[in-house]
């Protein structure tokens, strides 16, 4: 089943978005032969930007703009709210453009992540979304979305269509840690919760690269995590670009995402940059940080 079928059951404007995104990760593919050298920029978060991330942004917010749909959109490369004024349609739309951009050179898995408010408010809190979605460009290109009906992923075949492979995916209860972050940064609750895990016989599996890392927990099951550490209390990942709609996604297929100590959806946005440590798997590890957060005997 082709994605645009599938999305029939989504409502229009989510839908039309959602197909928007799909449409433009196909040239996204492309662009990694074209586009891969480091640009002389440096994004909001201090990061030097690779042309990559400024070209496939661009790319998404031009495409939103045109579709009339989209009144917002607030995206990981770009310092403000992006608005829409002259458009018609009042929905918002938050976009990590390119995931994971230190794997580009090694040539692993990276992604593109997006999520969808019905309500034009881009700095609103993650239980208020209504659909997320990312591509995964691995050896195959993959796309997983959640409109609150379940979490499915498509792929691109031949023909350059994205269709169905997996339908209403649910989280195994499996035993796969990804861990960011330098382990002599650790706090000490997230060290114990690290130790606990190995001595569970967790095995670790860490790409540097948050969609693929975190396809891998939707796959195997797990936890993926990147904490507070001594040197940046608030973690390393972004509360509107990553957090969210990957958190998103994770409840709807029966797992949690968690900061800690507080489900991630319920954290309100101090501003475009927040940042959040992050817990995303399943029910129990997620169980076990926060008995750790909390000071609970485990
Ligand atoms: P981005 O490429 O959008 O800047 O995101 C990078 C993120 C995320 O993909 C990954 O989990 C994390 O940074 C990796 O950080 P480390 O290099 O510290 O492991
Ligand atoms: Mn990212
Ligand atoms: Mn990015």
Do not use: C
């Not at 917010?61 to 995206?75: M, P, T």
């Not at 979605?133 to 992923?153: D, N």
């Amino acid at each position: 089943m082709k994605l645009s079928e599938h999305l029939k059951e989504v409502d229009g404007s989510i839908a039309e978005i959602i197909l928007l995104v799909a449409d433009r990760a196909r040239e996204i593919k492309k662009a990694f032969l074209t586009h891969n050298f480091n640009s002389n920029t440096k994004n909001m978060f201090g990061e030097r930007q690779l042309e990559l991330d400024k070209w496939a942004d661009k790319l998404l917010i031009d495409a939103l703009r045109r579709s009339k749909l989209v009144r917002a959109v607030a995206s990981e490369e770009q310092s403000s709210i992006v608005e829409i004024v002259k458009s018609k349609g009042e929905l918002g739309v938050v976009l990590d453009p390119l995931d994971g951009v230190s794997s580009v050179a090694t040539n692993l898995s990276v992604g593109t992540i997006a999520g969808i408010f019905n309500e034009g408010n881009v700095l609103e809190k993650g239980n208020k979304m209504d659909a997320a979605m990312y591509i995964l460009y691995g050896p195959l290109t993959t796309l997983v979305y959640s409109a609150k009906q379940g979490v499915h992923e498509f792929v691109l075949n031949h023909d350059n269509e994205f269709v169905l492979r997996k339908e209403n995916i649910t989280l195994p209860e499996g035993n796969i840690y990804s861990p960011g972050g330098l382990a002599i940064d650790y706090v000490d609750e997230h060290r114990q919760f690290i130790s606990q895990l190995e001595s569970e016989g967790y095995k670790l599996r860490y790409s540097g690269s948050f969609t693929a890392d975190f396809q891998q927990i939707l796959t195997y099951g797990g936890v993926f995590s990147y904490p507070s550490l001594k040197e940046k209390p608030d973690g390393k990942l972004r509360l509107l670009f990553e957090a969210n709609p990957m958190s998103f996604i994770i409840e709807q297929a029966g797992g949690r995402g968690s900061d800690g100590v507080q489900r991630i959806l319920d954290i309100a946005p101090k501003a475009i940059d927040h940042r959040v440590p992050l817990y995303i798997g399943g029910n129990k590890p997620i169980e076990l940080v926060e008995h750790f957060f909390r000071g609970d005997v485990v």
